[in-house]
C-alpha cells in the first residue's frame, strides 16, 4: 500500500444511489419494484459506430 492510497472499512463506506431515465424522466432505481430492478439488471449497454460518409 502506498501512502496515497485510502483503505476504507466497511463500516466507512456509503451505498451509491443510482439513477436512470425512464421515459423521459430521471428515477432512482431504488424505488423500482423488484421486476424493474431486474430488468435493469439486464439491460446492456453499447456503443454505435458512426456513420460512413458516402463516396
Same mark, same amino acid.
Given at each position: 500500500?502506498?501512502?496515497?492510497?485510502?483503505?476504507?472499512?466497511?463500516?466507512?463506506?456509503?451505498?451509491?444511489?443510482?439513477? /436512470?431515465?425512464?421515459?423521459?424522466? =430521471?428515477?432512482?432505481?431504488? &424505488?423500482?419494484?423488484?421486476?424493474?430492478?431486474?430488468?435493469?439488471?439486464?439491460? /446492456?449497454?453499447?456503443?454505435?459506430? =458512426?456513420?460512413?460518409?458516402? &463516396?
Amino acid at each position: 500500500m502506498t501512502p496515497s492510497t485510502i483503505a476504507l472499512d466497511d463500516s466507512e463506506r456509503q451505498r451509491c444511489e443510482i439513477w /436512470t431515465r425512464v421515459m423521459g424522466y =430521471h428515477r432512482p432505481v431504488s &424505488s423500482f419494484n423488484i421486476g424493474k430492478q431486474g430488468e435493469f439488471n439486464e439491460r /446492456t449497454f453499447f456503443r454505435e459506430p =458512426h456513420a460512413q460518409a458516402a &463516396s
